[in-house]
Every structure is written in C-alpha cells, then in structure tokens.
C-alpha cells in the first residue's frame, strides 16, 4: 500500500483534527501518501482533494471542528454519487481509506465498498457515541463537558430565581449525552427516547417538587419522542402553573470547542491505530476503544442502532436525583 484517502464526514465532533493529525502523522511513518479529500464524500465526488503532509496537521490537536471541511452529502446517496466517487478513487490510486465519522458515515462506507475494493477503516467521529463497538466516540467527551458547563452556569440563575430549567441536548436517536451530562450537573429529571416511561416519572417527580420550593433542572434528548423542551416546559406549567419554568436549547454550542484531554488522547490512539490495522490487512471496520483496548467491528455490526442505557446509570440517576 503506498496512498491512502482520507475525510471527515457528516456532524463536525471536537478530537476530529486530532485523529487526523494521527492518521496523517502515522501514514507517513510508514511511508504512504495521504490525500485528504474536503467536505467529506462531497469532496470525493467532486474531486477536491490535497495532499497531506507532517506541517498541513501541524498546531490543529487542540482545535475543535475540522480543517478537512465536512458535510452531509445528499448525492453520495445516490447510486451515481457512489459511482463516482468509486471511480474518482480509482483514478487517483487510492489504495485504501480512512472515514472520520459517525453511524451514517459508516453506511455510506458500506455501500461504497461494493462499487470499490480497496480497505476502509472507520474511526468513530460523532457527538452522538451512539456506536456498537466503542466506549467513546471522539468528539462526545468534549461535547458532554460543554453541558455540564452550560449546565452548571443555568443552575445558578435556577437557584437564585427558584426556577425550573428545561434544558434540551442533542441527541437525535440517542439519549447519552443527556444521560451522562444529567449524572454529572445533578438534574433532578432525565428524558430521552430509550426511557419509555421517563415522562410519568416526570409527573410523579412534580408533584414532590411542589413541596419543596427550590431550582429543578430537567434535561432532555432532543430526539425523545415526547417532542423537545419546549413540550415538557407546557406539561410542567400544566401540571404545576405556580412554578416558574424556563426553557434553554443548548444548540450548537454541544459541537465545538477545544477537545478535551482525554478526547485528544482517544482520537489520537484510534487515527494511529487505523493506520496499523489498513497495513495488517484490516477492512470495512471502525476502530474503537473499549475498555482502553483497541477493538475493530465489522461496519454493518457498528451501525446497529443502541436502543438501551445502561441500566446502572439509569437506576442510580433515579435514585440520586430523588
Ligand atoms: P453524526 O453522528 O455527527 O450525525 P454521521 O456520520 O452519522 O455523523 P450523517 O449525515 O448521518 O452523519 O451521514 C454522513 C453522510 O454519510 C451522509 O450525508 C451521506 O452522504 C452518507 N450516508 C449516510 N447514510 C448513507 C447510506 N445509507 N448510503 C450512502 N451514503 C450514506
């Protein structure tokens, strides 16, 4: 193998320049070319591509986004996107591909596999960590730290005024941001689209809130089915009209920043270990860690929706924020 290709691909996640900084640092170790392709499978297909040295990834690990661009290609949804891509691949000699990315990342690697034989190694890159096959994706540390800031400095206007926040977190599909960001600011509810029942808890939870005259904090997965903050702040004013309720969407703020230490130091570990596992034969898989091991899981498996939290988490936020 003497060149490689790699992108950065769907939602931009904090520790995504840190895995490309190794990924590009570690292939020319061992002697490859790599070519970085802009605004991920858009820049496939549309053929806009550089090649990568030790200085283009020099002063980027502490930097949020990614310098390589990305997006969410609609056209590589498409069989002639696919195609041609395969085919601008092939023209460049691209010998095998890294993807920075998350779940729908990893389906669009799997569809591109079949029109292109050449190895692809996943390093998973959401906020989301919503992936079967690792402990942590890169960019969900940073992200949940954010929260917990964010969160931290709403409590203090929330005691001060004796108020309810509503507070909504990403998490389209998943509710693990909002789970462990909700252990860590001491929210006193948690809704998310795994807990079918989180909303009658909610209910039962209010009516104890009544007696005691103090700031709630409520977080909420975007994604829950219930229908975002703004919903539960009306069924909390419903149910108990004598609260004064606020509703804040974190938004964006939960992407960006500057990684943390430890999502630095994941994102670095998996890019270097994606290029160890293309050199030994590795394929179609996205490089994970768990249990502080380097773990490889076939891209079908790694896309497999999460449907369940962990059930001691779950318990425990229950029991502490009685
Ligand atoms: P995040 O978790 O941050 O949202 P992601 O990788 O899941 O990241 P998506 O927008 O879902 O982000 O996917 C990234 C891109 O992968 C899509 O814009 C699309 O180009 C491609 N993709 C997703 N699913 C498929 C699919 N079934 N077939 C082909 N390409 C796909």
């Keep these: 193998m003497k060149k490689i290709g790699i992108i950065t691909s769907g939602g931009d996640s904090p520790g995504m320049n840190a895995c490309l900084r190794a990924v590009v640092r570690t292939a020319i170790h061992y002697n490859l070319e790599v070519v970085g392709f802009y605004r991920g499978y858009e820049g496939i297909i549309d053929n806009k591509h550089c090649v990568l040295t030790t200085t283009s990834v020099s002063g980027i690990i502490q930097r949020g986004g990614t310098i390589l661009k990305t997006a969410r290609s609609e056209r590589f949804r498409t069989k002639d996107g696919i195609k041609t891509a395969a085919k601008n691949l092939k023209a460049l000699g691209i010998e095998g591909l890294v993807i920075i990315g998350g779940d729908g990342s990893f389906r669009g690697a799997i569809e591109l596999s079949k029109e292109i034989n050449i190895p692809i190694i996943g390093c998973a890159g959401t906020i989301d960590n919503d992936l079967v096959g690792t402990d942590f994706t890169i960019g969900y540390d940073t992200a949940i730290n954010t929260v917990v800031e964010a969160v ?76 975002g903050a703004y919903k539960v702040g009306d069924l909390i004013k419903k149910h108990c009209p004598e609260f004064d309720i606020r509703v804040t969407i974190l938004g964006h703020i939960q992407r960006g920043g500057n990684p943390t230490c430890m999502e630095r130091v994941n994102a670095s570990l998996v890019g270097f270990n994606s290029i160890k596992a293309l ?44």
């Excluded at 941001?177 to 600011?185: G, P, V």
């Excluded at 502080?292 to 425990?316: C, G, R, S, W």
Aim: no cysteine; aromatic share 4%; glycine share 6%.
């Design 152 to 227: 931290d400095k709403i409590r203090d206007t929330a005691e001060s005024h004796d108020r309810v926040f509503v507070i909504e977190v990403m998490g389209r599909d998943a509710g693990l941001i909002a789970l462990r960001s909700a252990i860590a600011s001491g929210a006193e509810a948690l809704i998310v689209p795994e807990l079918k029942n989180d909303i009658e808890s909610l209910l039962k939870k209010i009516k104890n809130w009544r007696s005691s005259k103090s700031s709630k904090i409520v977080i909420v997965a975007e994604g829950d089915e219930f229908g």
């Design 279 to 322: 050199l030994s034969g590795h394929k179609n898989e996205m490089m994970g860690i768990v249990d502080k091991k380097i773990t490889y899981t076939p891209f079908e498996k790694a896309v497999k929706h999460i449907d369940k939290l962990n059930e001691d988490l779950v318990q425990m936020i229950e029991i502490l924020s009685s």
